[in-house]
């Protein structure tokens, strides 16, 4: 899993977000950073948002995947034929604009 990264306050370096920790330490300046109950709230907020686009993501994936599965399952012929009409109508575009 990918860690959460916050900026510091103080020179607005990025920092690693360790959530089992209550005090954060800037790598870059030093600083210290209490984590307080909003920032943990904060960081949930942020985790739930982006389970929530990855779960947005993998609905996607499913449903080009079962696009993917129904045309493998097709008759190549009827493939072929399809592919054929399409390449038609795009020759049919170009020759429209190239005339
Ligand atoms: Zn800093």
Redesign the pocket.
């Known amino acids: 899993m990918e860690s959460l990264k916050l900026k ?1 306050i ?4 990025t ?1 690693d977000v360790d959530p089992s920790k209550k005090v954060l330490a ?1 790598p ?4 210290k950073q209490l984590m307080v109950d909003s920032d943990e709230v904060k960081i949930a907020e942020i985790n739930a948002n982006r389970d929530t686009k990855i779960q947005e993501i993998k609905t996607k994936n499913e449903v080009m995947i079962k696009f993917l599965d129904v045309i493998g399952k097709m008759d190549p012929y009827v493939i072929l034929i399809i592919s054929l009409f399409l390449m038609g109508i795009v020759v049919g575009i170009l020759s429209e604009i190239f005339k």
């Open positions: 510091c103080e020179c607005g370096g920092m800037c870059y300046c030093g600083s």
